[in-house]
């Protein structure tokens, strides 16, 4: 159980990085944006 929380977690920082790395090329759509600021509030990042 612990391995499935620990690949949970990485796969939302890894879609994390992904979509900020979107937003600083300016090529991010609006849902894509929304799920980024959710991301970041769960994750506690700005």
Do not use: A, C, P
Request: cysteine-free.
């Amino acid at each position: 159980m612990n391995k499935d929380i620990i690949e949970s977690i990485n796969f939302l920082l890894k879609e994390y990085e992904r979509l900020k790395k979107k937003k600083e090329m300016k090529i991010i759509t609006k849902s894509e944006n929304e799920t980024l600021i959710k991301l970041s509030n769960f994750l506690g990042k700005k």
